[in-house]
């Protein structure tokens, strides 16, 4: 029998750790650019949403599309596309490469194989190749690895080896079980129990984390999630939570995902926003980011969220393996296209 979901998530680390022995720049035609475009959907597209940030500390812009087709700056944007998909076999991100193929972009492919991986090898794309035999989602460490090392290879993103040798060492030590992170990720879990959980974080570091935690909620533990983000729902949320008291209460809990760079305004806004609503919904907790480099903090909430995912699966006495609405989607799509 396989690993399950669960034990190949808390594989992170190691997935982080791997070497590229055979990924050399020099090999690759991978061209030097401006900007680029992670083409991409679900597990597979996560990563692009970390390497956004990543790209923005260098000052390049990094978008991700998830979509078919590409987005309609691409054409006199130009940038290099980098589509990503696990399976090889998500329609929207092989229409975003076909697209990109027409439009004569440079394109990376970054896949385990399936029909990106044969599209790529009939016309001379680069790939990238990730390990076969796991659900998307917990082949995210290789995801992420292959997606910084294409990056950088085009000048759009500098992780430096102390970076991922940062990221590693925290993120293993929070997947140890009887860490205090794991202890913390297991009380929030418990906080948050059966009810919806609503991760609010800010712009920037924490977004693209708090999407990860959403997601992980949703397939690992079948569990609604959704995330807000500060300065923004100070805007606009706050008011919502006051008419349905009795439903907020009881069926919603909040997780904040806090960073000691966030904006020292946003600091202070989580202080305002959490009395403001205290009455209003239940606050699970936070988290802070831990290490040094982006790379670290992020990866050190995003390690704490797929705990906690796992977490309520087991409280709740899911099976966090199967993911029956997506494959019947995909399967009906393929029938319907064809
Ligand atoms: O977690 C999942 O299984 C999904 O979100 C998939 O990642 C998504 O459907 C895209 O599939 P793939 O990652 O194989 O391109």
Redesign the pocket.
């Known amino acids: 029998m396989g690993e399950t979901v669960g034990e190949v998530t808390l594989g992170l680390a190691e997935q982080l750790a791997t070497d590229l022995p055979e990924l050399s720049p020099d090999e690759f035609a991978i061209p030097q650019a401006e900007t680029a475009l992670v083409c991409?959907?679900?597990?597979?597209?996560i990563c692009g949403d970390l390497a956004v940030v990543l790209a923005a500390e260098k000052g390049y812009r990094l978008d991700v599309h998830r979509d078919y087709g590409l987005p309609g700056w691409a054409k006199k944007g130009r940038p290099l596309v980098l589509a990503?998909?696990?399976?090889?076999?998500?329609e929207?991100?092989i229409s975003a490469a076909k697209k990109a193929l027409r439009l004569s972009l440079p394109i990376v492919a970054i896949?385990?194989g399936?029909a990106?991986g044969t599209l790529a090898e009939g016309e001379g794309i680069p790939i990238l190749p990730v390990p076969t035999g796991r659900?998307?989602?917990t082949?995210f460490g290789f995801i992420l690895r292959r997606l910084v090392f294409g990056l950088a290879a085009a000048g759009i993103v500098t992780v430096g080896d102390d970076d991922f040798s940062e990221a590693v060492q925290i993120t293993s030590e929070i997947l140890r079980p009887g860490s205090a992170s794991w202890n913390l990720a297991d009380d929030l879990a418990q906080a948050i129990g059966a009810r919806v959980g609503v991760i609010y974080a800010s712009t920037g570091l924490t977004a693209p984390v708090a999407q990860r935690w959403k997601?992980q909620i949703n397939?690992n533990a079948k569990q609604a999630a959704w995330v807000s983000l500060l300065p923004e729902l100070d805007h606009n949320e706050v008011v919502g939570w006051s008419a349905l008291r009795e439903i907020t209460r009881s069926h919603l809990a909040i997780v904040s995902l806090r960073d000691h760079g966030e904006h020292e305004a946003v600091a202070r806004r989580f202080a305002h926003t959490r009395s403001l609503l205290e009455d209003q919904v239940i606050w699970a907790g936070e988290v802070w980011s831990q290490g040094e480099s982006a790379l670290a903090r992020m990866l050190s909430l995003l390690a704490i969220g797929d705990l906690v995912s796992l977490g309520l699966a087991r409280y709740t006495g899911t099976d966090p393996e199967p993911?029956e609405q997506?494959e019947y989607l995909?399967r009906k799509l393929r029938v319907d296209g064809d």
């Open positions: 991409g959907m679900g597990g597979s597209a990503v998909s696990y399976s090889g076999n998500t929207e991100t896949t385990s399936g990106l659900e998307p989602r082949a997601t397939e993911i997506i995909k």
